[in-house]
C-alpha cells in the first residue's frame, strides 16, 4: 500500500492512495512483472478496478481471476493510518 501525502504549512494533507499487487505469479509488483495499482477510496475500500502499466482497466486481478468489483476489499484499521 502507497499513500500519498503533501506537507504544507506545517500540515500533512492526503493526496491519494493505492495498493499495488504483482501479476504472472510473480511476488514483485514492478511494471515489468505485470504490476496491477488498485486506488483506496477515503472509507479504506479499494476501487472497483485496477489499472495496469498501460492505463488498461481491470475489474478482475488478470492473474488470479480476483473481483475488485464483486468483492471489495476493506482495508483493517485504515482510519488510524
Known sequence: MRMVTFRWNG????L???VRFGG?????????AGELSVC??????LNSFGLD???????QHPTTGYSFKKKPIKI??????
Not at 76 to 81: K, Q, R, S
Open 11 to 14: 500540515k500533512i494533507q492526503h
Open 16 to 18: 491519494i492512495t493505492y
Open 24 to 32: 504472472g505469479n510473480k511476488v514483485k509488483d514492478h511494471v515489468s
Open 40 to 45: 483506496v477510496n477515503d472509507d479504506g475500500v
Open 53 to 59: 502499466a498501460r492505463c488498461v482497466k481491470h475489474e
Open 76 to 81: 483493517p484499521n485504515y482510519d488510524l493510518i
